[in-house]
């Protein structure tokens, strides 16, 4: 009888992509990729240099690759760039309309209809820019490290992009993890604060998210403050002072 099941560990076809899709991709063709990642490896301070050129930098580097110290390498010292701006501003003149996020989510309907919601460019700009400023509010400085624990939804996008806009340290926690996994993590990067929700959505049910953190950081005197996006509904702790919903502070929050 197993002679009869395909094995899929030694796969050997090919589908290749419409030749319409390929004449628009950034690499169109296969040779093209190998002819890069030769250049890569043979020239990498030009080919990086030239990738590199297609961000927007607010001020150019001295060096793209210093490898004196080896293993240690440093890349485009001297440099000055910021990812949220090349992620967001660097797009508005000419897509500030263009869908940015196309979300889905639980719960779904009796109709297979679930939760859905589009940021445009513009609406992801103006929210990144004032959650940057609750972090900001909140005692937040580059450098500092946030630990992300939520769900999948948008805020999560629009947390990570706000802590790359003003220097501070994202450190992503998996939504499924534990209380003492989450206090390690938060330990390890002396995270200031936890940016959560009340609950999350999996499969139908309700993940106490908020719950989870507030077990978690009983252990971790470096959080000071734990934010929460109001998703689930459903009931939590609170201590006033070093709780806050999101939508308390974003409303309060300049754009």
């Given at each position: 009888?197993?002679?009869?099941?395909?094995?899929v560990l030694n796969e050997t076809r090919k589908f290749?992509?419409?030749?319409?899709?390929?004449?628009?991709?950034?690499?169109s063709t296969w040779e093209q990729y190998q002819a890069m990642h030769k250049e890569s490896v043979q020239n990498p301070e030009k080919f990086w240099g030239e990738v590199a050129s297609e961000l927007h930098w607010f001020k150019k580097w001295d060096r793209v690759r210093n490898w004196d110290n080896k293993p240690f390498a440093k890349w485009f010292e001297g440099g000055k760039t910021n990812l949220a701006y090349n992620c967001l501003d660097k797009h508005l003149e000419k897509n500030r309309n263009k869908a940015a996020i196309l979300w889905e989510g639980e719960p779904v309907g009796d109709q297979g209809d679930g939760e859905k919601k589009v940021l445009t460019y513009g609406e992801l700009h103006r929210q990144v820019?004032?959650?940057?400023?609750?972090?900001?509010?909140?005692?937040?400085?580059?450098?500092?490290?946030?630990?992300?624990y939520?769900?999948?939804?948008?805020?999560?996008?629009?947390?990570?992009?706000?802590?790359?806009r003003i220097g501070a340290v994202h450190s992503i926690i998996f939504g499924g993890f534990s209380a003492p996994a989450i206090a390690d993590r938060i330990q390890d990067c002396a995270c200031k604060m936890v940016v959560t929700a009340?609950?999350?959505?999996?499969r139908g049910s309700v993940l106490k998210l908020k719950e989870t953190v507030d077990e978690a950081v009983k252990s971790c005197p470096t959080v000071k403050s734990v934010i929460s996006v109001k998703r689930a509904g459903n009931a939590v702790q609170w201590t006033e002072g070093k709780d806050f919903w999101w939508h308390d502070l974003m409303s309060k929050a300049s754009a």
């Open positions: 009888m197993s002679g009869n099941i395909e094995s290749p992509p419409p030749a319409a899709f390929a004449q628009k991709a950034a690499i820019c004032k959650f940057a400023n609750v972090l900001k509010a909140q005692g937040i400085k580059p450098g500092d490290t946030i630990a992300l939520m769900p999948m939804i948008p805020e999560l996008a629009i947390a990570m992009l706000a802590c790359a009340d609950g999350g959505y999996r």
